[in-house]
C-alpha cells in the first residue's frame, strides 16, 4: 500500500494550494479518505474525510468553508483544495486511507509520509 501526497509548498496569507494524494495497493474507491495534519508540536488533527463514493463529506470546523476534498476514483487519487489560506494552517498534511466515516486518527488504516505546507508572508 501506498500513499504519496504531493502539492504542498510555500503560499502567502489568503491564497490557495491543491494537494494531490495517489494511491495503490488497495481498492481505493472503497474507502473513506481523510486528510490530517500536525503543525510543529501539535497533536496531528482531523481536517476532513470524503467517502468513497464522493456522496460525504465532512471538516473540521477550522476549515469548513475554506477547504474542499474531491476524489477521482479512476485515478486513484483525492485531493485537497485549500483557499484563504493562514498562517495557522501551516502544517504537515497527510492523507489516510480507512474503512469507516470517521475524524478518529485510528479508523485509518493507511497513511501517506505528508507533504508540507507554509503559509507565510
Known amino acids: 500500500v501506498h500513499l504519496v501526497e504531493s502539492g504542498g509548498g510555500l503560499v502567502q496569507p489568503g491564497g490557495s494550494l491543491r494537494l494531490s494524494c495517489a494511491a495503490s495497493?488497495?481498492?481505493?474507491?472503497?474507502?473513506?479518505m481523510g486528510w490530517f495534519r500536525q503543525a510543529p508540536g501539535k497533536e496531528r488533527e482531523f481536517v476532513g474525510f470524503?467517502?468513497?463514493?464522493?456522496?460525504?463529506?465532512f471538516y473540521a470546523n477550522s476549515v469548513k468553508g475554506r477547504f474542499t476534498i474531491s476524489r477521482d476514483n479512476a485515478k486513484n487519487t483525492v485531493y485537497l483544495q485549500m483557499n484563504s489560506l493562514k498562517v495557522e494552517d501551516t502544517a504537515l498534511y497527510y492523507c489516510a486511507g480507512g474503512g469507516r466515516l470517521s475524524s478518529v486518527r485510528s479508523s485509518y488504516d493507511y497513511w501517506g509520509q505528508g507533504t508540507q505546507v507554509t503559509v507565510s508572508s
Open positions: 470524503i467517502s468513497g463514493s464522493s456522496d460525504y463529506t
Open positions: 495497493g488497495f481498492t481505493f474507491s472503497t474507502y473513506v
